[in-house]
């Protein structure tokens, strides 16, 4: 089953564009606003807060949730190698990036002053960047997730 929206698609690229310069692509602003910025998301955080106070939607909030991370996963296999020295799994690198976007994300309009937000990413992408590294020599895109195919 392909997904019905674009959104996994830029997951991916974003995660692609990533693996090319992993400092810049983070904290860009077409990936910020791309995936957290955009009424999508409003909507989805809406769906999440929601989804406390009702089991059926949380049961199809999570299985949502754990097909994001698959996607994740995949691509960051796909592209990413714990930096030398750290030892630290990218992926777990990519788990609180997602969280500390989501927390930003969802905090973003009670900012005084709307250049927090780049300097909070910025900040993230030098934590990065002594954690992972780019895989050398990948420029295919990553495998197509299991579930893609059902």
Not at 104 to 121: C, G, S, W
Request: proline share 9%; with cysteine.
């Amino acid at each position: 089953m392909q997904p019905t929206t674009s959104y996994a698609a830029r997951i991916v690229r974003s995660a692609r564009c990533c693996s090319r310069s992993p400092t810049r692509t983070i904290a860009s602003r077409d990936s910020w606003s791309e995936l957290y910025a955009s009424r999508r998301y409003r909507a989805y955080v809406e769906l999440l807060v929601e989804s406390q106070r009702d089991p059926a939607l949380a049961k199809a909030m999570q299985k949502l949730l754990l097909r994001q991370v698959d996607i994740f996963e995949i691509a960051v296999d796909h592209y990413f190698v714990a930096a030398p020295a750290t030892g630290e799994n990218p992926r777990v690198v990519f788990l609180k990036m997602a969280l500390l976007l989501h927390g930003i994300a969802t905090h973003a309009h009670l900012a005084p002053d709307p250049a927090v937000v780049p300097a909070l990413l910025n900040s993230w992408v030098k934590e990065a960047g002594t954690k992972m590294r780019a895989r050398k020599g990948v420029r295919t895109p990553p495998p197509r997730p299991p579930h893609w195919d059902r």
